[in-house]
Every structure is written in structure tokens, then in C-alpha cells.
């Protein structure tokens, strides 16, 4: 059975860590914790679980610091988690499964990555993330932000999943001034890193600055699709902030010169025709996305709700909208079919009955 170092990049994790360690240390051989300047009691908390605690000057790149962590392991497989993540209870026996069938041949396990959440608890943004990277100088983090592990060698997918579960603001200022701070010294930014820098002045409301980083991403011939066809996703809102809604549905469109539909998108072009009291078009868009399979091995980003439960309410309204007021509670009971909790399937159920 593969022996796991866990490695963790912190700072001022006080609130959290004890949270995440919990949640996994008696499931790794190894717990690597390297401190970046904390200045409450992170470093305290991470010694009750492992001596091997390091500190590393923080230089404005994740990279630089996970790969330290990384230098620092023994074992046969390097592990990451941020602070505020957390290994479910319900995971734990599929863990130990995983280490336990695990072949040596394998380079990297993928897996899902939970973000976000809907009132019930349930995971509404999720993605893959290579999480068991085996311990060699072939696997190097790149990236000041949004670092990553390019994939390579033999990747096994799981359905583990790592929920992300933010219990503050955190620095929502720090990633873009990192992003400008490498600018400001000449720096070039690869195709990714552009891509997230343009997410990150979307964050901040810097509307005509984002679509300006957008639009050169997605004239480049380089950068990878999933990206691309976010970017169109991103660039799009962008442009309605700015007013310029012609331009917001045209670039939605254009995802899909890059690729096949993708649901999420379809949502959004739904979405639009819908407010734009174009029902008919609207119609057409959300029962496109409930015909697109749910494809969680493309690594981009996957919105769940986008292939069953937001197109099947939307088309509930847009058929009311029209005065089928029977499709439209048909449409509201397929939704309800989807997450029966959900405080917009109770309102329009208990509209329907009022009628």
C-alpha cells in the first residue's frame, strides 16, 4: 500500500486547521506543515499534529511555497489541502480503499474538488484537481496563482472528493495585486495565468480591463479550451455590466467555436433570452442544456445544477411566462424531482396550488 505525505502551505489558519488535520491525519503517513508568516497561533496548533512544521518566506508565489512543502516529503505520494478544506467523514473509507487498491504504476489521482454548496449541503461547483502527486523532481508546481501540477504520466480519476469549506473573506486584494505586481516588473503572463487574471478584475469590477484580458486570451491560439470557453462565460458578464448586451450574447456564442456545447453555457444563453422576454429562444437553450451529458472528466469547471434542476426551472417560468401553466408546473415538479428542498420549487408549487 503507497505511503502519503500530506503537504500544507498556511497562514493565519488559526480558525481552521485544526478543522482540516482532523478530518485526515489518521490517514497519512506523513503531515508536512510549512508556515508563511503566520502571526496567531497556526504554527502552535499545526506542532500538536506532526514535529515536521517549517517556516518559508512568503514571496508572493504559491508555487514557490508548495514546492517546498513538497521538497520536504518522505512518503511515496504527496498530498495537498488548503486549510479550509476538509476530507467528509463519508470519504474516509473511500480513502482508505483507494490507498489500499492503488497500482504503482500510477503517477497522479484526479480528484473532485467541491467549492460551492446549495442550502442542503450538496455540492453545486465542482471540479477535478490532482491531489496524490507521486514524489518526484518530474512534478513541479507552476503558477504564482492559481498554481497547478501539469498532468502527466498515469492519472487515475476518483470520485473522492475534497470539500472546500471557506469560513472567511480571506484576502480578496491579494491575487490580483500579485497578478500586477509580476506585470508592473515585465513579466509575461502564460495562457492560464491570464485567463485567471482576468477573473480576478472581474472579481473587482474592473469590467473594461477584463474584457480587454478576455479578449486577447481568446484571440491567442494558445490556452486550453475549458479555459477558453469559461472565458467566454466570464467575458460575457463583463460585458453586460458594461451595458453592451449584444456583445455579452455574441461572445456566449462564441464558446462554442471552441467545442461542442457545454450545459453551463447554454444556461447562460438561456438566461439572457429570458430576461430579454424572449421565451421561445429561452426554451430552446434550457432544453439544449438538459441534453447535454454531464462530462466530469473534461477538467473544467462543472456546475451540476446546469443539466437538470436550473434549465427545468427556468423552462417552469418561461412556460408560465407564455400562460402553459401546465407544462410549467410539470417543469416545477422535475425540478422538485432534483433537489425537493429547494426554497424556489416550494414557492412555485405552492403558486400553482394557489391557481
Given at each position: 500500500?503507497?505511503?502519503?505525505?500530506?503537504?500544507?502551505?498556511?497562514?493565519?489558519?488559526?480558525?481552521?486547521?485544526?478543522?482540516?488535520?482532523?478530518?485526515?491525519?489518521?490517514?497519512?503517513?506523513?503531515?508536512?506543515?510549512?508556515?508563511?508568516?503566520?502571526?496567531?497561533?497556526?504554527?502552535?496548533?499545526?506542532?500538536?499534529?506532526?514535529?515536521?512544521?517549517?517556516?518559508?518566506?512568503?514571496?508572493?508565489?504559491?508555487?514557490?511555497?508548495?514546492?517546498?512543502?513538497?521538497?520536504?516529503?518522505?512518503?511515496?505520494?504527496?498530498?495537498?489541502?488548503?486549510?479550509?478544506?476538509?476530507?467528509?467523514?463519508?470519504?474516509?473509507?473511500?480513502?482508505?480503499?483507494?490507498?489500499?487498491?492503488?497500482?504503482?504504476?500510477?503517477?497522479?489521482v484526479m480528484?473532485?474538488?467541491?467549492?460551492?454548496?446549495?442550502?442542503?449541503?450538496?455540492?453545486?461547483?465542482?471540479?477535478?484537481?490532482?491531489?496524490?502527486?507521486?514524489?518526484?523532481?518530474?512534478?513541479r508546481w507552476?503558477?504564482?496563482?492559481?498554481?497547478?501540477?501539469?498532468?502527466?504520466?498515469?492519472?487515475?480519476?476518483?470520485?473522492?472528493?475534497?470539500?472546500?469549506?471557506?469560513?472567511?473573506?480571506?484576502?480578496?486584494?491579494?491575487?490580483?495585486?500579485?497578478?500586477?505586481?509580476?506585470?508592473?516588473?515585465?513579466?509575461?503572463?502564460?495562457?492560464?495565468?491570464?485567463?485567471?487574471?482576468?477573473?480576478?478584475?472581474?472579481?473587482?469590477?474592473?469590467?473594461k480591463e477584463?474584457?480587454?484580458?478576455?479578449?486577447?486570451?481568446?484571440?491567442?491560439?494558445?490556452?486550453?479550451?475549458?479555459?477558453?470557453?469559461?472565458?467566454?462565460?466570464?467575458?460575457?458578464?463583463?460585458?453586460?455590466?458594461?451595458?453592451?448586451?449584444?456583445?455579452?450574447?455574441?461572445?456566449?456564442?462564441?464558446?462554442?467555436?471552441?467545442?461542442?456545447?457545454?450545459?453551463?453555457?447554454?444556461?447562460?444563453?438561456?438566461?439572457?433570452?429570458?430576461?430579454?422576454?424572449?421565451?421561445?429562444?429561452?426554451?430552446?437553450?434550457?432544453?439544449?442544456?438538459?441534453?447535454?451529458?454531464?462530462?466530469?472528466?473534461?477538467?473544467?469547471?462543472?456546475?451540476?445544477?446546469?443539466?437538470?434542476?436550473?434549465?427545468?426551472?427556468?423552462?417552469?417560468?418561461?412556460?408560465?411566462?407564455?400562460?402553459?401553466?401546465?407544462?410549467?408546473?410539470?417543469?416545477?415538479?422535475?425540478?422538485?424531482?432534483?433537489?425537493?428542498?429547494?426554497?424556489?420549487?416550494?414557492?412555485?408549487?405552492?403558486?400553482?396550488?394557489?391557481?
Amino acid at each position: 500500500m503507497p505511503t502519503i505525505s500530506l503537504c500544507m502551505i498556511v497562514k493565519n489558519e488559526e480558525m481552521n486547521l485544526a478543522r482540516c488535520l482532523d478530518s485526515v491525519a489518521d490517514l497519512v503517513e506523513e503531515i508536512i506543515i510549512v508556515d508563511t508568516g503566520s502571526k496567531d497561533r497556526t504554527v502552535e496548533i499545526a506542532s500538536h499534529y506532526t514535529t515536521k512544521v517549517y517556516s518559508h518566506p512568503w514571496k508572493d508565489d504559491f508555487s514557490d511555497a508548495r514546492n517546498y512543502s513538497f521538497s520536504k516529503a518522505a512518503m511515496d505520494y504527496c498530498m495537498w489541502m488548503d486549510a479550509d478544506d476538509i476530507l467528509e467523514e463519508r470519504e474516509k473509507d473511500k480513502f482508505l480503499k483507494l490507498k489500499q487498491s492503488l497500482t504503482p504504476d500510477i503517477d497522479m489521482v484526479m480528484m473532485k474538488y467541491h467549492t460551492a454548496f446549495d442550502e442542503a449541503g450538496k455540492p453545486s461547483f465542482s471540479y477535478f484537481r490532482e491531489r496524490w502527486i507521486r514524489n518526484c523532481g518530474l512534478y513541479r508546481w507552476i503558477g504564482a496563482v492559481h498554481e497547478v501540477i501539469p498532468p502527466k504520466g498515469r492519472i487515475l480519476y476518483s470520485d473522492l472528493g475534497i470539500c472546500h469549506k471557506k469560513t472567511g473573506p480571506g484576502s480578496p486584494d491579494r491575487n490580483l495585486k500579485i497578478y500586477q505586481k509580476l506585470l508592473a516588473e515585465g513579466k509575461r503572463l502564460e495562457p492560464r495565468q491570464q485567463y485567471y487574471y482576468g477573473r480576478e478584475l472581474y472579481y473587482h469590477e474592473e469590467y473594461k480591463e477584463a474584457v480587454c484580458v478576455f479578449e486577447q486570451f481568446l484571440l491567442s491560439e494558445e490556452g486550453w479550451i475549458e479555459n477558453k470557453i469559461e472565458a467566454c462565460a466570464i467575458c460575457a458578464r463583463c460585458y453586460e455590466k458594461l451595458g453592451e448586451e449584444q456583445a455579452a450574447l455574441l461572445t456566449l456564442l462564441r464558446s462554442m467555436s471552441f467545442d461542442l456545447p457545454r450545459a453551463e453555457l447554454c444556461c447562460e444563453i438561456g438566461k439572457y433570452f429570458l430576461e430579454h422576454e424572449s421565451f421561445y429562444h429561452a426554451i430552446y437553450w434550457y432544453e439544449t442544456a438538459l441534453k447535454i451529458p454531464k462530462n466530469e472528466y473534461s477538467g473544467g469547471f462543472i456546475l451540476p445544477d446546469c443539466y437538470d434542476y436550473i434549465p427545468l426551472l427556468q423552462l417552469c417560468v418561461c412556460y408560465d411566462k407564455l400562460g402553459d401553466r401546465q407544462k410549467a408546473k410539470e417543469y416545477n415538479e422535475r425540478a422538485g424531482v432534483c433537489k425537493p428542498y429547494s426554497k424556489a420549487y416550494l414557492y412555485n408549487k405552492q403558486y400553482f396550488e394557489g391557481i
